[in-house]
């Protein structure tokens, strides 16, 4: 279980632009760090109790260049294809459904 969470996290900063920029990791001079060497990073800053302080550390740094920090959800889109249709059982327009253009295609997504 441990392992599968190091793993996730690998795979998330492989997958998202904005979480390697978070990390400061350029993939075009370095690799994502392992899912072992992620986990002995969390397991230092929990050990040493130094979460609170990034966090922290991390807030003041927001504050001092006028921004704040509340709580929220990052997502990090990606368009996948799907059917052409936006219609649902009722033959009515799924109000989660928004269109968006890759290349010269359009495509939906589900918000």
Not at 10 to 23: G, M, T, V
Not at 28 to 57: C, Q, Y
């Given at each position: 279980m441990v392992?599968?969470?190091g793993r996730r996290a690998e795979d998330a900063l492989y997958d998202s632009i904005a979480l390697r920029a978070f990390a400061?990791?350029?993939l075009?001079?370095?690799?994502v760090p392992d899912a072992t060497t992620l986990?002995?990073?969390?397991?230092?800053?929990?050990?040493?109790?130094?979460t609170r302080k990034l966090?922290?550390?991390?807030?003041?740094?927001?504050?001092e260049?006028?921004?704040?920090?509340?709580?929220?959800?990052?997502?990090?889109?990606?368009i996948i294809e799907a059917p052409p249709s936006?219609?649902?059982a009722g033959k009515s327009r799924d109000p989660k459904m928004h269109q968006a253009k890759k290349g010269n295609q359009w495509c939906v997504s589900r918000t």
């Amino acid at each position: 279980m441990v392992r599968a969470v190091g793993r996730r996290a690998e795979d998330a900063l492989y997958d998202s632009i904005a979480l390697r920029a978070f990390a400061g990791i350029d993939l075009a001079v370095e690799n994502v760090p392992d899912a072992t060497t992620l986990l002995i990073s969390r397991r230092l800053l929990f050990e040493h109790e130094l979460t609170r302080k990034l966090f922290d550390g991390i807030g003041i740094t927001l504050c001092e260049r006028g921004l704040m920090m509340k709580e929220g959800t990052l997502i990090d889109a990606t368009i996948i294809e799907a059917p052409p249709s936006t219609k649902n059982a009722g033959k009515s327009r799924d109000p989660k459904m928004h269109q968006a253009k890759k290349g010269n295609q359009w495509c939906v997504s589900r918000t």
